[in-house]
Nanobody, 118 residues
Framework: QVQLVESGGGLVQAGGSLRLACSAS????????MGWYRQAPGKQRELVAT???????????KYADSVKGRFIISKDNAKNMIYLQMNSLKPEDTAVYYC????????WGQGTQVTVSS
C-alpha cells in the first residue's frame, strides 16, 4: 500500500505557472507507475501525465495531448516525491488534481484544487 498527499494547488491567472507536489509514504522506486490525473466539475477524471518509476534510464512518460509542451512531470527518488510543473496555464486547466500511484492496485491522493482565472 501507499499513501499519497498532494500540495501546491491554488489560484493563478491564465499564462501563469504552478508546481504540484505529491509525497508518497513509501520508496517510489518500488511503485510501478505514478502520475497525475484531474477532474473538472461535471467531467470525468482524466489523465494528465504519468511516469514509470525506477532509475532514469528507460523511464516512460506519457502526457495528455492538451498539456504537452506546457506540463512537466518529474520525480525525486530520494524524497519520495513526484512533481507536476504546470506552465502557460489556461482556464480549461481548472480542476482538482489527483496524484496517482499503481502498485498492483490504484492509489489516489485526496486531490488539490487548481483554479486558473482568465
Amino acid at each position: 500500500q501507499v499513501q499519497l498527499v498532494e500540495s501546491g494547488g491554488g489560484l493563478v491567472q491564465a499564462g501563469g505557472s504552478l508546481r504540484l507536489a505529491c509525497s508518497a509514504s513509501r520508496n517510489i522506486f518500488s511503485i510501478n507507475e505514478m502520475g497525475w490525473y484531474r477532474q473538472a466539475p461535471g467531467k470525468q477524471r482524466e489523465l494528465v501525465a504519468t511516469s514509470t518509476m525506477g532509475d532514469n534510464t528507460g523511464v516512460r512518460v506519457k502526457y495528455a495531448d492538451s498539456v504537452k509542451g506546457r506540463f512537466i512531470i518529474s520525480k525525486d527518488n530520494a524524497k519520495n516525491m513526484i512533481y507536476l510543473q504546470m506552465n502557460s496555464l489556461k482556464p480549461e486547466d481548472t480542476a482538482v488534481y489527483y496524484c496517482y500511484g499503481w502498485l498492483g492496485d490504484n492509489y489516489w491522493g485526496q486531490g488539490t484544487q487548481v483554479t486558473v482565472s482568465s
